[in-house]
């Protein structure tokens, strides 16, 4: 079955730096990609997604890249806040598999002040 | 819009007993996610449904999980009995449909088991 490794586990920047946070998946049927922001406490809060047909998407301060020859792609927030601290998950799914969401581990982001 | 509400926010009992947790999805998604998400892990799917029929229950214990969508609307999913490895939150997450329709997530249930 589809297996997502999400790299790295921890990342802290300097309030106004750019975070990148990098996933790989292995089945190359995958064909959707969300990334969810997790506060504590809350449940996780879709911020963006890509498609398979499409190579980039880009939504204000973030942006997510999709390589689909080398089976990975990444979530890039440029100008980051404090507010923007958070756990991260990458997350893959397929058409043919109902939908079902196959997440990575996830990245605890700091943006120190 | 109003999002997925779930209840009770947080639940404490005692390995072997019973507990229930409810999910109202956001209205009209026809597709219902419960998904288990461990202290420092990522959610992990445990039953989906598309209106009231389940479309993949595979990862669900089912000498111990229940799940059901009556009326295609609500969701209750049940343990019964609970061991220790069942402490975790319990998310549920509704879309559209099925595929690569975006999904959206309640805040979950955190479960407690002494």
């Known amino acids: 079955g589809e297996n997502v490794e999400q790299h790295p586990s921890t990342l802290s920047v300097q309030e106004g730096d750019s975070a990148v946070i990098k996933c790989t998946y292995s089945d190359s049927a995958s064909n959707y990609f969300p990334w969810y922001k997790q506060e504590l406490g809350k449940g996780p809060q879709l911020i963006i997604d890509?498609?398979?047909?499409?190579g980039e998407k880009k939504d204000q301060r973030i942006a997510v890249t999709l390589n689909k020859t080398a089976k990975h792609f990444s979530l890039h927030i440029t100008e980051t806040q404090p507010e923007d601290s958070a756990v991260y998950f990458c997350?893959?799914?397929?058409?043919?598999?109902?939908?079902?969401?196959?997440f990575g581990q996830g990245t605890e982001l700091s943006v120190k002040p | 819009e109003a999002g997925v509400a779930q209840s009770p926010r947080y639940k404490i009992i005692e390995k072997r007993q019973s507990v229930a947790f409810w999910c109202n999805p956001i209205s009209g998604h026809a597709t219902l996610y419960w998904y288990q998400q461990i202290l420092g892990q990522g959610p992990k799917l445990l039953i989906q449904?598309?209106?009231?029929?389940?479309?993949?229950d595979s990862q669900l214990p089912k000498d111990r999980f229940s799940a059901e969508r009556l009326k295609g609307v609500d969701s209750t999913l049940k343990i019964q009995p609970a061991k220790l490895e069942d402490s975790a939150v319990y998310l549920c997450?509704?879309?559209?449909?099925?595929?690569?329709?975006?999904?959206?997530f309640g805040d979950g249930t955190r479960l407690s088991i002494l």
């Open positions: 997450a509704s879309s559209l449909g099925s595929g690569d329709q975006p999904q959206h």
């Open positions: 449904f598309q209106n009231n029929g389940v479309v993949d």
């Open positions: 997350a893959a799914s397929m058409n043919n598999q109902g939908g079902k969401l196959i």
């Open positions: 890509i498609r398979s047909n499409v």
